[in-house]
């Protein structure tokens, strides 16, 4: 699916710092997104948006639901309206004035197919977990154990064979871990352990 959105504004800088509340994001969540392993791909990257923002951005609680939004919402129009794949959502929040970086960086997850550019920390980010989140849940489901004793050996066996989780593009990883300044490997040991508590509730 490629869906160039002919633009790289998004948003209003007056609404700096708008967000949803919970309640809203979920009902939002919840009301767009009926597939289950959908559902549990995007808790699971906005999960891991909001441990890094706590971990490594230091940010406070603010910031850190700011980041955990573009995580939880990143996909979802992609469930009802795949031909509308990211424009729906984008134009949702904006009706909803909410903050212009959380926009951008649901536009800039996959810069290949919407021809938008990570910039921001926040935009660098959810395109590179976005990615290799999938790939690591899908190497948990073919484990007896799942994420139990998964390590960094495992996960990089997979990434080699193309055949595996052959919808996760190789290319974007390699290209979000540079863009980001990330090591790979350092990458997939922070995302193992703390998606593997989402995959356990």
Known sequence: ????LGRTV???PANKGRVLSREDALELFNSWVLNPKLKLHMLQVAALMR?????????????????????LLHDADWDQWPDLHCKKIIEELEQRQIDSEIIRAI???????????????????????DEL?????AYSLMRPGGYEGMDLKGVKKRLKEKSFAANVSRE???DACERAAIQLDDLIQFIIPRQALVAEK
């Open 1 to 4: 699916m490629s869906l160039q």
């Open 10 to 12: 998004f948003g209003d």
């Open 51 to 71: 441990s890094w923002a706590a971990e490594k951005e230091q940010l406070d609680e603010a910031g850190q639901w700011r980041w955990e939004l573009a995580g």
């Open 107 to 129: 536009a800039s997850h996959g810069h290949l197919h919407f021809g938008v550019i990570p910039e921001t920390q926040m935009d660098k980010l959810l395109y590179a977990l």
């Open 133 to 137: 989140s999938g790939l690591i849940h």
């Open 172 to 174: 974007d990883i390699a």
